[in-house]
């Protein structure tokens, strides 16, 4: 995520430094802790996880009524458009609150999976997930003079192959 002022990019899950971030979608235990301590911060991070998606997914159902204003302000500004040029962008929203769905789901079904042989993989792909959700619903929340059409549609067919590649896990 990126403040719309100062440009700094961030975590919108942790708000740590987004250069070298590497991913907050996996627990991390730490050593030393008492049995039942590290049961509740599991459940808690996980539910956290569920939650942040959750709320996430509800913007993205927002998005779609932005979407549209998006899309009458291109076509009366570009001649020659109509809003069939512009659907993709209403595909991109979509695309986006579909994979928050599945990566909402994700988290209980890995809380409970937790020994589940490939776990770490599909932790790893879920995290790349996230990754591409979030770089698409950048450029879909971009202001309508920013938008490029071939940048989006890239994005979405990473998102899509990421969606993919997790839902096949399961």
């Not at 709320?55 to 001649?79: G, H, P």
């Amino acid at each position: 995520m990126s403040c719309w002022s100062c440009k700094h990019q961030f975590c919108w899950i942790c708000f740590k430094k987004w250069s070298g971030h590497t991913s907050c979608n996996a627990y991390q235990e730490r050593p030393g802790m008492m049995e039942e301590r590290r049961l509740l911060e599991r459940l808690a991070h996980h539910f956290k996880r569920y939650k942040a998606h959750e709320d996430s997914a509800r913007l993205a159902a927002e998005a779609f009524r932005r979407t549209e204003a998006k899309i009458t302000e291109l076509v009366e500004n570009q001649a020659k458009m109509t809003y069939i040029d512009f659907d993709y962008l209403n595909d991109a929203v979509r695309l986006v609150f579909e994979s928050r769905g599945v990566l909402k789901n994700s988290y209980p079904v890995l809380y409970f999976e937790e020994a589940r042989v490939g776990a770490e993989l599909v932790q790893a792909l879920q995290a790349e997930l996230e990754s591409a959700v979030e770089e698409l619903n950048e450029l879909v929340e971009m202001p309508v003079v920013m938008l490029e059409r071939e940048t989006i549609l890239k994005s979405m067919a990473s998102v899509q192959m990421r969606l993919d590649s997790f839902v096949d896990c399961f």
